[in-house]
Structure formats: structure tokens, C-alpha cells
């Protein structure tokens, strides 16, 4: 759920007269003009305004569009006055200052006065921040990359007001090659619709009512997929201790099955097929991170699987006509459960098949992917492929390796990311029975289709 994009929705129906009841009782908003006009010609002629200057009325095909009969479009000069704030070099600033320093991008600073008594409403007027519109606080100074605004608050509400100017696009008339910049003469020109000041209170009131609704269903949102995320991890955990699901005296044990693995080592190493297996370290109790079941076993995850390590190809060698095999060149090419390829290569030197899984263990590190798109692909350097032996059933090593990964980037910290082959070939792993492996992740499958959906319904 896109938050911002529905206030800003919000906003322009408000903006429309479409987020409130128009009421017929209401003062309709060319009285209120009158009103600000008469004002205006008050101040002047005690002196305290300059004389106002002559605003071009607004035609029918100017109107971007329509409004309530209520509503008055105007432009922002007939409205509002702005003046620039008082420099003040940040050298002068004071860290425990009495009084907030605002500027175009809101609080600054702090300084020991004030140049304003009552809240302000500023805008932006140069630079990045040109055109952001703040509600200062009571005793503020206001710098001159700001510009305070005036207007007649018995007959425009300072919060409709707030609300309506950081709709308003105030940087519309900006040259973009130079700096931004905005002026009265800018400014003053722009078009905005009035509605009469009982619905401007109004629709203030319905935008707080709705903004603390959103506020409210985003923090929601956001522990929701944290406790899912959470209890993803949990669930996982359970599954790779054994308590995910039941055990079955009747599956085949686990050392029958690393017999099987050894005998189908010897052959393959026998038949050039592998690497000499390498020798690895005995597994002591106390590396043992948690209890698992007694058809279980602890075991290096050398002593089940052939790593193949890739390497890297000349550019020359690939196409992108899709002729041969895809070349999983790196992090690039894993993303949320999905392979993009850009690249194919007819001569492939080396090579992981349907079911293995595929790793990144250089630059981004930890990306990780079941392969079931392709029956083979070619590996870089950057991603290594894991082949169980013995058996093809690797789902069940590929949750765990999910959720193993936070480990595994740990030990990659450094000058150059990377993860070794000895980081992987040692790794712990609690081996369960086949049959077990299998139960196990149709549970998974169940649970974590089930998270995915909620987790799509609030992205979504």
C-alpha cells in the first residue's frame, strides 16, 4: 500500500470539493473575496500595506478543472502576500537555542530570538527546497530562504490554507536549468479554487480524520510484516530442528542414506565426474547449535553435496540470441525468485543442472536460487551451484540454506565480500530422513503460501 499516493489522492479531491458536502448555508466563497478585497483596501489606506497591484481575472479556459458553484477560483495574489525571512549565518545559531531557526526545509537550527510571535506559514523560496510550504511553531525566526505568508485569517483558514498551498505546484513557473527560485511575481499568478471558509474547516477536519486513518494503517502494516517475517523465521527454525513435523520410525534412518551418499561419492570421483572429495573437520559437541531427533544426524554439508565453482567466460563467447545455455554472470541475475538472463553461451565450461541450487559468493553475496526454470546453466565465477549426491531431492537443503544466510554473509565480511568454499563445504546441517525432508517442506510450502499472500494483500 502506497501511503503517500493516498494522501495525495486525499488531497486532490479536496482541492475538487469532492471530499465533503457542499452545504447551501455556507457563505459562498465570492462573499468571502469581498470581504478579503475590503480588507486589503483597509491596510492600504492606514499604511500598512503597499497598494495592491492589479491581478488579471481568470478565464473559463484557464480553469484546469471544475469546482462546486460554491467555489471561487482565484489566484494566489488576490489571497496571500509573502515576505522573505532575516538572513542569519549559521555561525550565529545556537545548538540549545530557545526559539526554532526555519528555513526552506523546515527546522534548521535554534537561535536565542525570535523574528515571528504566532505560527507562519512559510514556503521555500530558493534551491532545493523552493516551494515546500511548513507551518512554523509560535516564537520562530524565519530565515530569508523563506518567505512568510500573509493572508486575512478571519476569512481563510490557516490549516485549509497549509493544505492548499503544498497542493499547489509553487515551482510551476521555474526555469529548470537555473537555480530554482520563486517570487510574488512568480507566485501570485497561480490559480487555485476557494471554497467558502465553513468548508474549508470542513475539509481540514475530514483530511486529520483521514490521514491519522492511513497513519495508523501504515504502522499497522509495518509490525504486521515484521511479526510475519518473524514468524517465517520461527516456522523455519522449528523445521530444521525437527519440531516442524512428526517423525516416522518407518523412514529409512539417516545413516543408511549417508552410506548411499558415500558409495555414490567413490563412483563419481571414481568416473572424473567430481573433485577428491575433501577432508573434513570432525564435528564436535559443542558446535552443535540445538538438539534434533535421533533418526537425525549432524553432518558437514561436504560430506553430501559436490560444489561446483563457477568461471567467469569472455564476453565474446556470449550471445543474447538465446542460443545455447543461460550464463548466470551474478547478483544480477537472481532477483526475488526469479532468473533474468541476459546472456547465453553454446560452449559452456561450467555447469549447474535442473534442481541444484545456485549461490552468489562474490560482490553482493547471499542471493540464492533454486534452479527449476532451466535444465542446465552456466556459472561465473560470482555464484557457485550445489549438487546434492545421492538423492535429488535439494528442497528441503535449499530452505535451510535460506535460512542460513545471514551466517554466511557474516563471515564474508570484508575488503572484498566473498564466500569460500570451505565456508560452505563446513557448514553445519541437521540431515532428516527423505521421507522426513519431504513432510517437512509441504508444511513449509503450506505456512509460507499462506504468509505471501498477507504479504502481498498489504503491499498491495
Not at 545559531?93 to 536565542?112: K, L, Q, T
Not at 511479526?227 to 529409512?252: H, S, W
Not at 542414506?257 to 568416473?271: F, G, H, S, V, W
Not at 534442481?355 to 562474490?362: G, P, S
Request: hydrophobic share 35%; net charge positive.
Amino acid at each position: 500500500m502506497d501511503t503517500q499516493k493516498l494522501k495525495d489522492k486525499i488531497l486532490q479531491l479536496a482541492i475538487q470539493g469532492k471530499l465533503v458536502e457542499q452545504d447551501p448555508s455556507d457563505e459562498p466563497a465570492s462573499e468571502l473575496l469581498k470581504k478579503i478585497e475590503a480588507e486589503k483596501k483597509k491596510l492600504y489606506k492606514e499604511g500598512k500595506i503597499r497598494k495592491p497591484k492589479k491581478i488579471p481575472t481568470i478565464k473559463d479556459g484557464e480553469k484546469p478543472f471544475k469546482i462546486p458553484e460554491s467555489w471561487e477560483w482565484v489566484r494566489l495574489g488576490e489571497i496571500i502576500s509573502i515576505k522573505s525571512g532575516d538572513f542569519l549565518p549559521r555561525k550565529n545559531m545556537i545548538d540549545n537555542g530557545e526559539f526554532p531557526v526555519y528555513g526552506g526545509n523546515g527546522i534548521n537550527g535554534y537561535y536565542n530570538r525570535y523574528n515571528i510571535k504566532e505560527k507562519q506559514i512559510i514556503i521555500g523560496r530558493v534551491g532545493y527546497y523552493c516551494g515546500n510550504v511548513h507551518l512554523t511553531k509560535k516564537k520562530s525566526w524565519i530565515t530569508d530562504n523563506a518567505f512568510i505568508t500573509y493572508f486575512d485569517d478571519k476569512n481563510i483558514y490557516k490549516d485549509f490554507l497549509v493544505w492548499l498551498l503544498r497542493k499547489t505546484n509553487l515551482r510551476q513557473s521555474n526555469n529548470a536549468t537555473a537555480q530554482p527560485v520563486i517570487s510574488g511575481r512568480k507566485i501570485y499568478p497561480i490559480k487555485v479554487p476557494m471554497p467558502p471558509l465553513n468548508e474549508q474547516k470542513r475539509i481540514v477536519k475530514k483530511i486529520d480524520e483521514l490521514f491519522k486513518l492511513i497513519d495508523n494503517l501504515d504502522s499497522d502494516k509495518e509490525k504486521l510484516l515484521e511479526t510475519i517475517e518473524i514468524t517465517r523465521n520461527k516456522v523455519l527454525q522449528d523445521a530444521i530442528q525437527g519440531k516442524l513435523v512428526d517423525q516416522d520410525p518407518n523412514d529409512e534412518p539417516v545413516s543408511e542414506l549417508l552410506i548411499k551418499i558415500e558409495a555414490e561419492r567413490k563412483k563419481l570421483y571414481k568416473d572424473g565426474k567430481i573433485r577428491k572429495p575433501k577432508k573434513l573437520p570432525p564435528i564436535k559437541d559443542e558446535e552443535k547449535p540445538f538438539d534434533i531427533p535421533e533418526s537425525w544426524e549432524w553432518v558437514r554439508l561436504g560430506k553430501i553435496i559436490d560444489l561446483i565453482s563457477g568461471r567467469d567466460l569472455p564476453i565474446a563467447q556470449c550471445n543474447n540470441e538465446k542460443e545455447g545455455i543461460p550464463y548466470i554472470m551474478g547478483a544480477s541475475n537472481i532477483n526475488n525468485g526469479n532468473l533474468s538472463i541476459e546472456r547465453w553461451i553454446e560452449e559452456p565450461k561450467t555447469i549447474a543442472e535442473k534442481r541444484d541450487i545456485i549461490i552468489t559468493v562474490k560482490g553482493t553475496v547471499g542471493k540464492i536460487h533454486y534452479l527449476d526454470e532451466f535444465e542446465s546453466v552456466n556459472l561465473s565465477r560470482q555464484v557457485v551451484g550445489i549438487k546434492q549426491i545421492g538423492y535429488d531431492y535439494n528442497y528441503y537443503l535449499f530452505n535451510f540454506l535460506k535460512g542460513y544466510m545471514n551466517q554466511l554473509k557474516k563471515v564474508s565480511q570484508g575488503v572484498i565480500p566473498g564466500i569460500s568454499r570451505d565456508d560452505i563445504l563446513n557448514v553445519l546441517y541437521p540431515l532428516p530422513p527423505i521421507n522426513e525432508q519431504k513432510r517437512i517442506v509441504g508444511k513449509l510450502d503450506n505456512v509460507f503460501s499462506l504468509f505471501d499472500i498477507l504479504e502481498n494483500y498489504f503491499d498491495n
